[in-house]
């Protein structure tokens, strides 16, 4: 892939959870995309690592052992009338909602999974600043990326 830039990069949610955890199960689904996201932050798998010092040689061995898809820390700029936000919201609002996710990057490339929704908080800051929101999606199954 080219070097791009973020700009046309869009995000969008949908409450609905896809029948199977691929492009055809979240291809059935309907997003809506969420309006003024100005930071999405990186997700992707990211993996720990498990060791073990042989007491003998006194090396150190490496391997992956578990993983994680990340979270996606959004920051918007606020806007109540937007579909996307208030949908974002009332996931937030929800002790158990699970949803799925969407990232349209600028090449065309999709990237889906699902997560929890942990809070859509507003940020009032100084004078001259957006009113803005955070909101912070922790990703609950693998990322399908088509």
Same mark, same amino acid.
């Given at each position: 892939?080219?070097?791009?830039?973020?700009?046309?990069?869009?995000?969008?949610?949908?409450?609905?959870? &896809?029948?199977? /955890?691929? !492009?055809?199960?979240?291809? @059935? =689904?309907?997003?809506? %995309?969420?309006? %003024?996201?100005? /930071?999405?932050? %990186?997700?992707?798998?990211?993996?720990?690592? @498990?060791? !073990?010092?042989?007491?003998?040689?006194?090396?150190?061995?490496?391997?992956?052992?578990?993983?994680?898809?990340?979270? =996606? &820390?959004? +920051?918007?700029?606020?806007?109540?009338?937007? !579909?996307? #936000?208030?949908?974002?919201?009332?996931? !937030?609002?929800? @002790?158990?909602?699970?949803?799925?996710? +969407?990232?349209?990057?600028?090449?065309?490339?999709?990237?889906?999974?699902?997560?929890?929704?942990?809070?859509?908080?507003?940020?009032?800051?100084?004078? $001259?600043?957006?009113?803005?929101?955070? $909101? #912070?999606? %922790?990703?609950?199954?693998?990322?399908?990326?088509?």
């Amino acid at each position: 892939m080219a070097k791009t830039g973020s700009v046309g990069t869009i995000f969008s949610y949908s409450a609905a959870l &896809p029948a199977t /955890n691929d !492009a055809a199960g979240y291809g @059935a =689904l309907t997003f809506t %995309e969420v309006g %003024e996201v100005t /930071n999405l932050g %990186e997700f992707d798998k990211i993996w720990t690592m @498990a060791t !073990a010092v042989a007491l003998k040689t006194g090396k150190t061995d490496k391997r992956k052992a578990t993983y994680d898809n990340g979270s =996606l &820390p959004l +920051q918007l700029m606020l806007d109540p009338s937007d !579909a996307g #936000q208030i949908l974002m919201a009332a996931a !937030a609002d929800s @002790a158990t909602q699970v949803g799925s996710i +969407q990232v349209t990057l600028p090449d065309g490339t999709i990237k889906y999974s699902q997560g929890i929704v942990l809070s859509f908080t507003t940020n009032v800051a100084d004078a $001259s600043a957006f009113l803005m929101a955070n $909101s #912070q999606v %922790e990703l609950t199954e693998d990322i399908v990326t088509v």
